[in-house]
C-alpha cells in the first residue's frame, strides 16, 4: 500500500501500454471514422454508427428549431476534420480552435466517442462475456505499468484493509477511456476473491478525475445508463456519450471537477506523470495556483529528446516551487516508460 499521498498524472503513452492508440494514431482513426461518403445504394466508408447519430441529431433539430437543417450539413464538417487532422497537433486542439462551430464540435466527440470505445475493445483489457475471452487475461498485461500499479497498491495490503486500500492514492487521467476503472475492478475481483458489488465499490470509492470527460460510465458504475468497456454504440446512445466528451475552454469552466483536481494536486505527498506529454494547455489546467505539498515528482520521458526532458524538468520546478524557493525531488526519465518507473521508483513511490 502506498504510505505517502500519491497523485497519478496519466495521459495517452500510459494506455498505450494496453494497446489503445496515442494521438497520432488516434488522429488517423478519428479521421477515417468522419470520412462518411455513400455509393449509389450504401455507406463506403466511415464509421456506419456516427452516421446514425448524425441522422438522430439534424432530425431532432430539424424537430425543435424554426431552421431546417441537412445532415449533409454535419457530414461537410467531419470532412474538414479528416482533411485537418494532419495539420491538427490534436483532435482536442482542432475542436477547441473551432469553438462555437457546432457541427465541427458534434462531430468531433462522436468520432472521439467512437473511436475510443474501438479502441478499448482492441485493448489487452477487454473482455467479451459471449466469445472464447469470457474472462480477464492478466497474463496479457502482466509487463505494463497497470500490473506493476497493483502489486505495489496491494503490498502490505490484507483482505480486511481493502477498506482504506485506495485513500492514499488518486488519478487524474487526461484519457477518454476506462482502463483503470476497468482494470482494478477485475483485479481486486481476481486477487482478493472479493464479490463484483465489493469490487465495484473500492473502485468507486477511488478519487480519479477525467478533466476531458470520459466515454461513459461502466456498468457497475451506473446501472441507469451503462456503456460497457469497448462498447459498440450508434444513434442516440452515441450522441449521449459524445455529450461527455469536454473541450479544454468547457473543462476550464468545469469548477467543481477542476477544484476536486486541484485539491488532490495540492495535498499530495508525491505526483507521477505517466505516459503525459506536458502540453501547455494541460500543464495549465493542471496547475492550482497554490502552493503545494509534493515532496516527489517523477514521471516518464519516453518519446522527449533530451532538451524537451530539461525543459519539462524547469517546467516542473516552477510549478512546484515552495514559497521559500525550494523545490521538490524532480526526476524525468528520458526514455523511461510507465512500467520503467514503477520498475525502477518502486521502492521511493511506496516510501512515507
Known sequence: MFKADTVFVVGAGASSEVKLPLGSQLKSRIADAIDIKFGRDHQETGSPEI???????????????????????????????????????????????????????????????????????????????????????????????????????????????????????????????????????????????????EAAELVNSLRIYHPYGQVGRLPWQNELSPVPFGASCGGSDLLTISSQIKTFTEQVDDEDSLGAAHEAITKADQVAFLGFAFHDQNMELLNPGTETSARRILATGKGLSGTDCDMVQSELKRAFEKADGSVPFIHVGQNLTCVDLFDEFLRTLLSA
Open 51 to 197: 452516421m446514425d447519430a448524425l441522422r438522430v441529431h439534424a432530425n431532432f433539430v430539424r424537430n425543435t428549431t424554426p431552421s431546417w437543417v441537412d445532415v449533409n450539413h454535419y457530414l461537410h464538417a467531419g470532412w474538414r476534420i479528416r482533411d485537418a487532422m494532419p495539420q491538427a497537433s490534436s483532435i482536442d486542439t482542432f475542436i477547441d480552435a473551432h469553438s462555437g462551430n457546432e457541427a465541427i464540435e458534434l462531430c468531433g466527440k462522436l468520432a472521439i466517442s467512437h473511436t475510443i470505445l474501438n479502441a478499448e475493445k482492441a485493448s489487452l483489457l477487454y473482455v467479451d462475456q459471449r466469445m472464447r475471452k469470457d474472462h480477464f487475461d492478466f497474463k496479457s498485461v502482466e509487463k505494463t505499468w497497470l500490473s506493476r500499479f497493483f502489486q505495489a497498491l496491494t503490498t502490505g495490503c490484507s483482505k480486511d484493509q481493502l477498506p482504506s486500500i485506495f485513500d492514499q492514492v488518486a488519478f487524474v487521467t487526461f484519457n477518454y477511456d476506462r482502463c483503470i476503472e476497468h482494470f482494478l475492478y477485475h483485479s481486486l475481483q481476481n486477487f482478493y476473491g472479493v464479490a463484483a458489488e
